[in-house]
């Protein structure tokens, strides 16, 4: 398996345009995660899913960012309008269900630059 | 609400020598832990994952162990080498798959 794929691995755009970043999981794991990383904050769960559902949107900081898991290997982040803040490296990561909890196998990352 | 800390944030050591690093968690009520490698500008490599109803887990030359009555974790590195130097993450599972990461220790293995 390929692992976990990310696209693109760096954006650069400007304040208020629309961001789109894209992961495809590993064939076969049911569980997706979303996660930013920054200098200030480290790495914080945005959003996971399970089946495609989204089970805890708790840590998506606001309402510009929003992830849809359309099917089971393709899940988009969008932030819609971007602001310079948002710049981070954002991750998705991957599961299976397993026995008990199972590893997260995570991406390359996209690194976001919001000018 | 769970909180992670590792302990040093950075650590720098000559080659070959034994190192351990720390991390704590403030709620023992874990699924599991699990240790990470990241190295710079990339992703993070899964290491070692310590289900709550284990002791320690074992990979080469590292050692994980887990304590959760006292809400601690070591990641043993024996004879260290220049190619382990890279941040390592701690991270613990709360159950629901929801995930909190410690903020890194930062190693650096001189030749």
């Known amino acids: 398996d390929a692992g976990v794929i990310q696209s693109p691995r760096h954006e650069v755009t400007e304040m208020g345009q629309e961001v789109t970043l894209r992961c495809k999981p590993i064939?076969?794991?049911?569980?997706l995660f979303w996660y930013r990383q920054t200098m200030m904050r480290g790495l914080e769960l945005l959003i996971y899913?399970?089946?495609?559902?989204?089970?805890?949107d708790s840590g998506m900081p606001e309402d510009r960012f929003s992830a849809k898991m359309p099917n089971a290997s393709f899940s988009t982040l969008k932030i819609q309008p971007s602001e310079p803040r948002d710049s981070a490296v954002y991750f998705c990561a991957s599961s299976d269900t397993g026995q008990g909890a199972s590893e997260q196998y995570f991406g390359p990352g996209t690194r976001l630059t919001v000018t | 609400k769970q909180e992670v800390t590792q302990i040093p944030a950075a650590l720098s050591v000559p080659e070959g020598e034994n190192l351990v690093l720390n991390c704590s968690f403030t709620?023992?009520?874990?699924?599991?832990l699990q240790w990470f490698r990241q190295d710079p500008g990339k992703g993070l490599t899964s290491l070692l994952l310590?289900?709550?109803?284990?002791r320690e887990q074992t990979s080469g030359r590292l050692n994980a162990s887990l304590d959760k009555s006292s809400g601690r974790s070591t990641l043993y590195i024996a004879a260290s080498q220049p190619g382990d130097s890279a941040t390592y993450l701690c991270a613990v599972n709360t159950g629901g798959f929801k995930t909190i990461f410690g903020a890194g220790t930062r190693l650096f293995v001189k030749a």
């Open positions: 899913f399970n089946n495609n559902v989204p089970i805890d």
């Open positions: 064939s076969g794991h049911d569980y």
């Open positions: 310590i289900q709550s109803s284990q």
């Open positions: 709620d023992s009520a874990i699924y599991n």
